[in-house]
């Protein structure tokens, strides 16, 4: 079991990126971690870390989209420490191209891995916090989760789902003591968005994808480190004066701003131009590239 004074993090998706380096922090902070990964050699990377600077952090077994292996795994997180104080839930996979041309069999996968396996692990540890009357479950979301793209629709469906579950959640738990967290990365260098299956091919949609990667391009020649999420997670559990978003990293508060100052309207109006070259640079425009 944990001594009283050891505060306890779960953290899922673990062997790289975001997951990785809040995995690092979390454990400098003074955590003791359990960090889940699929398998114990992609974990490997992350002990030797732990161990050079000698930090408590142990691996997880865990597959998210999978209900045995989440219930298994985090009942033996808890038969070891009875208590699991902080969920960081990022274990997730990209998925990029059109709605019509993304097969169905990718939506599924998408949304079993980003949302559903989000939930499986809230509700995995949350009837432990709300008897302890503590706790805070964070979500590792995306400035996808407030603003669509084209040609990440699987994607953005899964990070704006996963916003409207921890909004409702939030409230549900208010008065038990419990927090939740939606940390919003922009333009993360970071694995996850190639993980998963490759993208289809884009045919019909060539042109929207164009602007899609017009968008993106600039602000992941000058992407943040993970270490700069995984720093917003640990204020965002500590703080004193806790909200329930946190955007961070490179052009995720700028965009989210562009978008709210245009209506619905005006958004897809940007879809509209026949000539490729004022369709990027209507894009560009509107987000202030």
């Not at 971690?33 to 490997?44: D, F, I, L, N």
């Not at 208590?83 to 059109?98: Q, T």
């Not at 694995?191 to 391009?217: E, Q």
């Amino acid at each position: 079991m944990a001594d009283g004074g050891t505060r306890v993090a779960l953290v899922t998706g673990t062997s790289t990126g975001i997951g990785h380096a809040t995995a690092l922090r979390l454990a400098r902070d003074g955590y003791q971690v359990h960090a889940s990964v699929r398998t114990v050699e992609s974990g490997a990377d992350l002990l030797a870390r732990a161990t050079d600077e000698s930090l408590d952090v142990r691996l997880v077994v865990l597959d998210v989209a999978d209900d045995d292996s989440v219930r298994d795994g985090i009942a033996g997180v808890l038969a070891t420490t009875g208590r699991i104080d902080v969920l960081v839930a990022n274990a997730g996979i990209g998925s990029g191209s059109a709605v019509e041309e993304t097969p169905i069999d990718v939506w599924r996968e998408v949304l079993e891995t980003n949302l559903l396996g989000a939930i499986r692990c809230a509700q995995a540890v949350l009837p432990g916090m709300r008897a302890r009357g503590s706790g805070c479950l964070v979500a590792i979301s995306s400035q996808a989760g407030r603003l669509a793209l084209p040609t990440l629709g699987a994607y953005a469906a899964s990070k704006w789902a996963l916003e409207g579950v921890w909004e409702t959640m939030a409230l549900e738990v208010a008065r038990s003591g419990v927090r939740c967290v939606l940390v919003e990365p922009g333009a993360i260098i970071t694995a996850t968005l190639t993980k998963g299956r490759p993208p289809a091919p884009v045919t019909a949609y060539a042109h929207t994808g164009a602007a899609f990667v017009s968008v993106i391009l600039d602000d992941f020649a000058q992407g943040s480190p993970a270490d700069v999420v995984a720093d917003v997670v640990s204020q965002a559990i500590a703080t004193d004066e806790p909200r329930l978003r946190w955007p961070c990293g490179q052009g995720a508060q700028r965009n989210l701003d562009a978008r709210s100052r245009l209506t619905d309207e005006a958004w897809v109006a940007l879809g509209a131009p026949t000539d490729d070259t004022e369709l990027v640079a209507g894009f560009r425009r509107a987000l202030g590239l």
